[in-house]
């Protein structure tokens, strides 16, 4: 009788541990099982992360490669116009020993104006363009004619250097013929005269009057680049990347937004 009750205690002692383990080993593998749940919540999230990461990466190495190759294609399009100008100051030099066709003499010579301009903005001897200036009428009335050579008079003074008068000379052609054909480019001038004084201030002030004054002329993305580099000289290069970005957004396919472009790689 003894035996069996003892055996009957030890049978109960055994079920109740057995019990209580495998509630714990329940417990335990709900504990794992959140666990598990969480890591993977996590490993998604992270995923998910990386994901935005390479796509953001992959936007980065798009836009470098797009800036290295409209720097190649800026340095094959200066090395081009190079040979160009070599090529045009020769046949001005032959036209001036063996040609009296000063009409011909004179369009070759303001290509090279414009393509040295090009080369090296803001060079006291070079300009932004071929301009205007020469195309007098001879059949025109006499007052096409005053306009044509006041403005010729004007312009012939700034390409010799002489800033302060030539400045004079396009106020006073403005004043004059507020309105005309050529009054953008007279001041847009104005801007460059005080640009080629290193006076950059006065020179953003200027460049501005063709924006407002004249929107649909074809000087405002010329104003627009020499304000950015104004604001360059200054070492405002927050002023200057805004101007840039804006020439690049609104005139996308000039030369003007490929050298914004490259300025704005440059500027740090």
Known sequence: MKKFTS?????????????????DLRRTQGSLDRKIQTLKEENANLRKDIDKLNEALSTLQKNQAEARADITEIRDTLQSLKGSVEGLKKDVSALARTSQDKEKLDSLSFKVNFIENFLGIGKKENHMEGDKSKAVSKNGQKGKLDKESAYATAYETFKEGK????RTDFQNFLKTYPDSEYSDNAQFWIG??????????????EYEKVIK????????????????LSFLNLGDKASARLILQRIIKNYPNTNQARIARAKLVEIK
């Not at 055996?7 to 509630?23: D, E, K, N, Q, R």
């Not at 004249?214 to 627009?224: D, F, I, R, T």
């Open 163 to 166: 800033y302060e008068k030539a």
């Open 192 to 205: 460059e005269s005080y640009y080629f004084e290193n006076n950059y201030e006065k020179a953003i002030l």
């Open 7 to 23: 055996l009957l205690i030890l049978m109960c002692f055994l079920f109740t541990v057995g019990c209580a383990t495998t509630g």
């Open 213 to 228: 004054k004249y929107p649909q002329g074809n000087k405002v993305p010329y104003a627009l680049l020499k304000q950015g």
